[in-house]
């Protein structure tokens, strides 16, 4: 049984409290679906927060099982949430995502033990015959099905519906609640938070919520004669006539003689085991690649990106870099020789001005596709994720399987890039070395915008932040123009493209263009090593932070 003592919740918005739940004392049985109803904001999601422990009460306890759940927290597989919209990606089949769910949720399934639990569920919710069909296609109600479906992979003993009946036509709302009800008598505790007043007969008892405050529960025949309506479609109204603290009061009076059912229906089942991090992460690591490999305007995007910026840079060395002439030395013509001279320097300068600028130039682009490789990873898909991390993913696992997919990418991008500017514009230098550092300056931005990705509200707000980083790269870097001494100082260490153009140029330490380079800029170039280091901890904390920022929930 459930049980919730005194149960208050405080919202401290702008400043000013506001009590989302007052005192909430009830009780919810084992084998029994459970209805909560009460006007919009009266509280009713709140309390399945707190229930879940996805909001802490401010006051009062949750009991499971006659244990407290601030001491013991109810393990991933024996609670079920399910929110008012399905939680599930477009691209992928219903059978598609029901077996990831599993291997998600539920150790030691594998081959044909996997593919028959899948169909046993698919086949409990009624969706059996679509298990092939895209998500993105389901009607609301299946996808409420589908919802429900991926909850009960691990056979939750209770199981949290927001809403679930939400928008749904009259025979869809039905269908879902009869499938509750269903799912109810199999042992389980199944709280259904509604807004709708049909179907209340098919539920064991009726939870009614007014402005934070408990006001009646007991069994659905007399919630008629308590509030003394002949339709529970009257109930809201009703409410209204009076204030909240009345309608408490008058429950306090009556709760010890209301009509709840007693009797609970447990059926133990032995606890399913958790997937280890390697199985979490290879399930996590497939469905990126499905997923990936189903979006055609991402492919078709990174496509793009991998061979046309690399074209966008040898359109300005199409027939490879100039040669400088030496200086003859051998004329005895004091202006002649000087002419020679400011020639050579001015020839110097423009080569070297444009080797520097074509090393910038393929800097500033894999910094770019660096933005667009990471930054809608983790906040494009922030609720599936939470979603995910309540029922046991480990957010290692999940961070894991995003560094290895963007690894992929930037290792295609960095590795092409240098190739075929190199091939183009005949690069003198260590070509593996100029692919390292390309990558390493790939991969720093990558997993920073990565990290604004798991800190953001929003994918756009990651799209816009990780492109303005983006845009400070070249004024920052002081390649085009060398910033005030402090300035540098303060800003070089965090600025991905100077280290990568740095480390760029001294692979070409041993030709002339490092000469000209030298002696044209101010900015000081620092050895490849170090910039190598500096890089590697940009992409580490990139990683660090972005970890952190998944374990912090979200929950909208």
């Known amino acids: ?79 079920g949430y399910v929110p008012q919209f399905g939680i599930a990606f477009d691209s992928l089949t219903v059978g598609e995502s029901v077996e990831t769910a599993l291997r998600l949720r539920v150790g030691g399934l594998k081959g044909e033990a996997l593919a028959e639990r899948a169909a046993h569920f698919l086949a409990e919710v009624g969706l059996a015959e679509i298990s092939e069909r895209r998500v993105g296609l389901l009607s609301g109600g299946q996808k409420r099905r589908l919802a429900l479906a991926l909850e009960l992979v691990s056979a939750p003993r209770l199981l949290l519906c927001d809403e679930v009946t939400s928008g749904l036509d009259p025979k869809a709302e039905s269908e879902v609640v009869q499938l509750l009800h269903k799912i109810s008598r199999d042992g389980r505790a199944v709280i259904s938070v509604t807004h709708s007043l049909r179907h209340l007969d098919l539920h064991d008892t009726v939870t009614v919520l007014y402005e934070g405050i408990l006001v009646y529960q007991g069994a659905p025949r007399s919630l008629g004669d308590y509030f003394e309506i002949a339709d529970p ?28 059912s007693p009797n609970e229906q447990r059926t133990e089942t032995a606890p399913f085991s958790s997937p280890d991090f390697l199985t979490q992460f290879s399930t996590l690591l497939r469905r990126r690649w499905l997923l990936f490999r189903r979006n055609r305007g991402q492919v078709a995007l990174q496509l793009a990106l991998l061979f046309g910026f690399p074209c966008l840079v040898v359109i300005f060395a ?42 910038m130039f393929q ?38 399987s995003k560094v290895a997919f963007l690894s992929f990418l930037i290792a295609a991008q960095s590795l092409w890039m240098a190739f075929f500017v190199s091939l183009i514009c005949r690069f003198p230098g260590d070509l593996l070395a100029q692919i ?108 660090f932070i972005a970890y952190l920022g998944v374990q912090n929930s979200r929950w909208e």
Request: hydrophobic share 45%.
């Open 1 to 79: 049984m459930l049980e919730l003592r005194e149960v208050s919740v405080v919202s401290a918005r702008s400043g000013e409290k506001s009590r989302l739940l007052d005192a909430i004392s009830a009780h919810f049985a084992a084998g029994q679906l459970h209805a909560v109803v009460g006007p919009s904001g009266c509280g009713k999601s709140t309390l399945l927060k707190a229930i879940a422990g996805i909001r802490q009460p401010n006051e009062g306890s949750v009991h499971w099982a006659g244990r407290d759940l601030d001491v013991h927290d109810l393990a991933p597989n024996e609670i």
């Open 233 to 260: 479609g009257h109930l809201f109204p009703i409410l209204t006539t009076r204030p909240a603290e009345y309608w408490q009061e008058l429950w306090q009076k009556h709760r010890s003689t209301a009509d709840v």
């Open 318 to 359: 199409w027939s490879g870099l100039p040669e400088i002439q030496n200086l003859s030395g051998i004329s005895s013509n004091a202006l002649q020789q000087m002419l020679e001279t400011a020639a050579f320097a001015l020839s110097s300068y423009r080569v070297g001005s444009l080797v520097s600028g074509l090393i």
């Open 363 to 400: 800097v500033i682009l894999l910094t770019l596709m660096g933005s667009n490789n990471a930054a809608r990873e983790i906040a494009g898909e922030r609720a599936i994720f939470e979603k995910e991390k309540f029922a046991g993913l480990r957010p290692s696992s999940y961070i894991a």
């Open 436 to 543: 390292f550092i390309l990558g390493l300056t790939n991969a720093a931005m990558t997993f920073i915008c990565l990290a604004i990705s798991s800190l953001s509200r929003s994918a756009e707000n990651a799209s816009l932040l990780s492109v303005y980083l983006v845009g400070l790269q070249l004024p920052l870097s002081g390649a085009v123009l060398a910033l005030p001494h402090l300035i540098g100082q303060a800003t070089r260490p965090f600025i991905a493209a100077y280290w990568g153009w740095s480390g760029y140029w001294e692979t070409m330490r041993d030709t002339r263009f490092y000469d000209f380079i030298q002696s044209m800029s101010a900015t000081e170039l620092v050895a490849f090593a170090l910039c190598a280091w500096v890089l590697l901890m940009h992409a580490l904390g990139g990683i």
